[in-house]
Nanobody, 121 residues
Framework: QVQLVESGGGLVQAGGSLRLSCAAS????????MAWYRQVPGKQRELVAAINSGGITNYADSVKGRFTISRDNAKNSVYLQMNSLKPEDTAVYSC???????????????WGQGTQVTVSS
């Protein structure tokens, strides 16, 4: 069984910073891409940032230059450093990882439970 557990959400004023963390645990053979998504009620979930196993990253245009995704392969963890936060960044942020379990034939996507980020103006 595999679990992704996020932490680091909260309430912050516009212009402030938050750092989200997500740790994968359980029967893990390998982790490919890891990513952060966000969702606002009534809207589709959107990709915020992703990082592959080699460290190559990509970002949504709306967060480029403000957010930084990173990972620690030894800890099976992914992080999202969010700077210069704006009220429009308010959302539930969820981490996602493509994980191969020891008995698996191909990786599958796992999701965390989500953490609320609220940016006040």
């Amino acid at each position: 069984q595999v679990q992704l557990v996020e932490s680091g959400g909260g309430l912050v004023q516009a212009g402030g910073s938050l750092r989200l963390s997500c740790a994968a645990s359980g029967s893990i053979f390998s982790i490919n891409a890891m990513a952060w998504y966000r969702q606002v009620p009534g809207k589709q979930r959107e990709l915020v940032a992703a990082i592959n196993s080699g460290g190559i990253t990509n970002y949504a245009d709306s967060v480029k230059g403000r957010f930084t995704i990173s990972r620690d392969n030894a800890k099976n963890s992914v992080y999202l450093q969010m700077n210069s936060l704006k009220p429009e960044d308010t959302a539930v942020y969820s981490c996602n990882a493509d994980i191969m379990v020891p008995w698996g034939t191909r990786p599958r996507a796992y999701w965390g439970q989500g953490t609320q980020v609220t940016v006040s103006s």
